[in-house]
């Protein structure tokens, strides 16, 4: 009886959390976003990048999802074109400078020469997680990082000159095009504010993309 009594407290919480996606939405919503955004624009002055800004959420829809401060990206700082065009959240459009000027790095390390497209499978998306977060809250799962508009599923690095690298195809390879996707994995968790990058190591559902994010650490669903 009394353990009973004491459990109920415990199941409100993630229950109450579960269902409003809170945590994460406290997560996406932390920043300014009129401030992130006009250190946006500062950032991209005078390069060749190509955005535009949505209309402010200032809480999630009804499923929970949301962009606090979305943007639309056709194009990066460092000239990468992004197909289709990312939608994403202010926050972590703030890291594409450094996430584009590790993969340019790379790419003249290793391909000889820099990425002109990234492809991708999505960004925003309002569905729940196909990764760790699939069996959280006892196996009910929770919203995915792509329902705040805070991660990028990267598919394909499309070079000025040569072959397309593939997540499919180059993942785990003793190549240059290998070597690329192994350095730029490594730098972006290293370099960057990106929480996560799930590779096709971690589960099937995953064997075509890098899934990108900028969510909370994992475990955050825990009691
Ligand atoms: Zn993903």
């Not at 250190?39 to 190509?50: D, I, R, V, W, Y």
């Not at 594409?96 to 790379?106: D, G, H, M, T, Y």
């Not at 809250?137 to 593939?166: C, N, Q, R």
């Not at 730098?187 to 900028?214: C, F, G, M, Q, S």
């Amino acid at each position: 009886m009394i353990r009973k009594l004491l459990s109920l407290p415990l199941l409100l919480v993630a229950a109450t959390a579960h269902a409003d996606g809170s945590p994460q939405w406290a997560n996406a919503a932390g920043a300014d976003g009129a401030k992130c955004l006009a250190e946006l624009k500062a950032a991209f002055n005078g390069s060749a990048a190509k955005f535009t800004a949505h209309a402010p959420m200032t809480k999630p829809n009804k499923q929970g999802c949301g962009m606090p401060q979305g943007v639309t990206v056709t194009r990066g700082p460092a000239g990468i074109t992004w197909s289709p065009a990312l939608e994403i959240d202010c926050t972590l459009a703030a890291e594409l400078p450094k996430i584009e000027a590790i993969v340019q790095e790379e790419a003249r390390a290793l391909l000889g020469g820099e990425i002109k497209r990234i492809e991708t499978l999505g960004a925003y998306a309002c569905r729940t997680s196909k990764g760790p977060l699939t069996t959280a809250y006892g196996g009910k799962g929770v919203l995915s990082e792509h329902a705040f508009g805070l991660a990028i599923d990267l598919k394909a690095f499309v070079p000025k000159k040569g072959k397309a690298v593939t997540i499919a195809k180059d993942w785990g390879k003793d190549t240059k095009a290998g070597e690329f996707l192994a350095n730029v994995r490594y730098r972006l968790r290293k370099e960057t504010a990106i929480t996560h990058v799930i590779t096709p190591d971690y589960n099937a559902a995953h064997r075509d993309h890098l899934h990108v994010d900028r969510g909370l650490p994992w475990g955050w669903w825990a009691p």
